[in-house]
């Protein structure tokens, strides 16, 4: 019987759970794939090095154009800060499980890979709902919309959301740091993430099961009844606008940050909400790859190519090169 099970059950064997067996970790990414892993490899490089360029383009554009200068685009550029956080903290990782079948990471590693994974998501829900209000005053308070979104209140609303998402992320990590690990030490994905690390102890979690449900409704609930608030007023005051010319045009201005919405909150429920026993292994891998690789490629391209401002940013990039 190896010593990790007999910590579990066996109370003769106290001692073994006063020290950490697990200091190392073995991801096993995606063992059905290794038939095809070239391709698989070359795809998600691929996706990899779009999300990387996309971002940064976005942030570059914002900082050199004149045009872009406004809270929405503000607020975009840190969403692909987020992106870019996201994208750097899983991809690299998987791409080497990927090419060697698996791939090791130190206990600490794969907390660490938690913490910028949970505070990157964190970040990105808050947000999501802030630039929903954003959108809810352009539309149904125009006049008053500079006063209210005016630089500095969108500064320090960054900064909130930035220093929040940390806090949050590091409660749950203060928790993990006074469990014990007794094994196995593999886990059957290809990130870290905080329910297959805590699989992983032998001591009681059922504290941390709580701290993830208040700190999971904090950061996802309540910035979700936001959005979905802001846009209730939004459609009421469109469907008040005479025209039909005065209705598109108001609502292509919230169209981008809506998509991304429902793509961000779709996976997210899909991941974490629906029950895990409806779901089989590689659908839930294949749903977590959607949610931490494909959806932070599509962000910026969804606000780019529906957008005339960064079009044309864009062209004046070009000119000036």
């Avoid at 950490?20 to 038939?35: A, E, K």
């Avoid at 829900?125 to 500095?152: F, K």
């Avoid at 974490?272 to 779901?279: D, T, W």
Wanted: charged residues 10%; contains cysteine; aromatic residues 14%.
């Amino acid at each position: 019987m190896p010593d990790w099970y007999r910590t579990r059950e066996d109370p003769d064997h106290k001692v073994l759970a006063t020290t950490n067996n697990v200091t190392s970790i073995f991801l096993l990414g995606f063992p059905d794939l290794q038939n095809h892993k070239l391709f698989f490899f070359s795809f998600l490089f691929l996706l990899y090095c779009g999300t990387i360029s996309g971002n940064l383009l976005i942030m570059v554009l914002y900082l050199v154009s004149k045009t872009l200068q406004s809270p929405m685009y503000f607020f975009i550029t840190q969403l692909s800060l987020c992106d870019l956080l996201l994208t750097t903290d899983i991809v690299p990782v998987l791409l080497h499980t990927v090419l060697h079948g698996g791939g090791t990471i130190t206990l600490i590693g794969c907390i660490t890979q938690f913490v910028f994974f949970a505070s990157s998501e964190f970040s990105e829900c808050l947000l999501l709902s802030v630039m929903s209000y954003d959108r809810y005053v352009a539309i149904c308070n125009p006049l008053r919309y500079h006063s209210i979104m005016n630089h500095m209140l969108c500064v320090i609303a960054v900064c909130i959301i930035w220093v929040m998402s940390y806090i949050g992320t590091f409660i749950y990590v203060i928790s993990m740091c006074n469990l014990y690990f007794c094994g196995p030490n593999i886990i059957d994905h290809f990130y870290c993430d905080i329910e297959p690390i805590l699989q992983l102890s032998c001591s009681d979690t059922s504290t941390i099961y709580v701290q993830i449900t208040v700190l999971g409704s904090s950061f996802t609930v309540v910035p979700f009844t936001i959005i979905v608030t802001s846009y209730v007023y939004i459609v009421i005051a469109i469907l008040k606008i005479p025209s039909n010319t005065g209705r598109h045009k108001a609502f292509s201005t919230c169209s981008s940050h809506l998509i991304v919405v429902t793509i961000f909150y779709g996976t997210l429920i899909m991941v974490y909400i629906f029950p895990k026993g409806e779901q089989s292994l590689t659908t839930g891998k294949i749903l977590s790859l959607i949610y931490t690789v494909l959806t932070p490629m599509l962000n910026p391209i969804i606000y780019t190519l529906r957008n005339r401002d960064f079009k044309e940013a864009l062209n004046r990039l070009k000119l000036l090169l």
